[in-house]
């Protein structure tokens, strides 16, 4: 049974395609010319061609009994929106990204009410250990804190988000293969907390001082905006954008109990999650000293990576 999977050069893509190989499927994996593929195992098939070439979408389906749909445009924002939609084929939403994924939702529950065999998963907020990329919004955060551009808490602490560890997520979706009821729809949620406690539990895991303000979401909007007008000139997409201020004016706290129902869904706490703790206090004091190493190498390295980038 080969199994397709696109998005598979991003965060929880590759993670996906290395968890199917474990279980002894073969994966075959949808990716552009320009995809960065160096993380992919090479037991993995290589199909280069486009998501958006129905074409080439189609050939690389042949022969493939199920495929996993990952592929997204996870930016904050982009000069030209369709490009959001061209990918995910509302006025309630905040950003194009929002709106393209209400749009292709509601294509995919069309073709589950014709009889098309699909099941529609939904993860929170994905963070863990992999690519800082858009689509790791939490590594990405952090690292914005420790490198000095992200001085303070993110708002006061009245946001919600649903978090979900990559493994966990990784873990669920394999599970909705196995026992997902066609045409149903499984949140892939974890713990809901806010940025400001991420960002304590941030700052307990690698011993530095806790942000010691707030910046009022008003602040980061204009912050935002400047940000669009610079990426509108240099062509380097904004860390944040107004639309995804709008995002954490809202509280997005969800339950995954249907998973945990029928897919035997187990999402880690979000403390494990960030520190990666075992079973008793001591394991956990050592690992936190260790991870307070390796956690502090990798924020060095990301900081001076970003400042290179920027010379």
């Known amino acids: 049974m080969k199994i397709l999977v696109t998005g598979a050069s991003g965060f929880l893509g590759g993670r996906l395609c290395e968890a199917l190989l474990q279980q002894g499927y073969p994966v075959r994996v949808l990716v552009r010319s320009t995809s960065d593929i160096s993380s992919l195992s090479p037991h993995i098939e290589i199909f280069y061609g486009d998501i958006t070439d129905y074409a080439s979408l189609l050939a690389a389906c042949s022969s493939c009994t199920i495929v996993f749909h990952l592929a997204a445009l996870v930016e904050p924002w982009l000069p030209d929106p369709s490009k959001f939609f061209s990918v995910h084929h509302e006025k309630y939403f905040c950003t194009e990204y929002e709106k393209s994924k209400v749009a292709a939702d509601k294509i995919a529950l069309q073709a589950a009410s014709e009889g098309v065999p699909i099941v529609l998963l939904y993860p929170g907020v994905i963070y863990g250990p992999g690519k800082v990329t858009a689509g790791n919004v939490v590594a990405r955060m952090i690292v914005e804190r420790f490198c000095g551009r992200l001085p303070g808490y993110v708002g006061y602490g009245s946001d919600k988000f649903s978090f979900s560890h990559v493994e966990d997520v990784v873990e669920g979706q394999i599970a909705a293969m196995k026992k997902g009821q066609v045409g149903n729809r499984y949140l892939l949620t974890g713990e809901n907390a806010s940025f400001k406690h991420v960002f304590d539990m941030a700052a307990v895991i690698t011993d530095t001082k806790k942000p010691a303000f707030s910046i009022p979401l008003w602040v980061i909007e ?65 690992e936190v000293g260790m991870q307070r190493s390796i956690l502090g190498e990798r924020l060095q390295l990301q900081c001076q990576n970003k400042e290179d980038q920027n010379n």
């Open 222 to 286: 204009i912050y935002g905006w400047l940000s669009v007008l610079f990426s509108r000139i240099t062509g380097k997409l904004p860390f944040i954008s107004p639309p995804t201020v709008h995002v954490l004016r809202h509280r997005w706290e969800y339950s995954c109990n249907k998973a945990k129902s029928e897919l035997d869904y187990r999402p880690r706490s979000l403390k494990e999650g960030l520190s990666e703790h075992t079973e008793n206090e001591d394991t956990v004091h050592r």
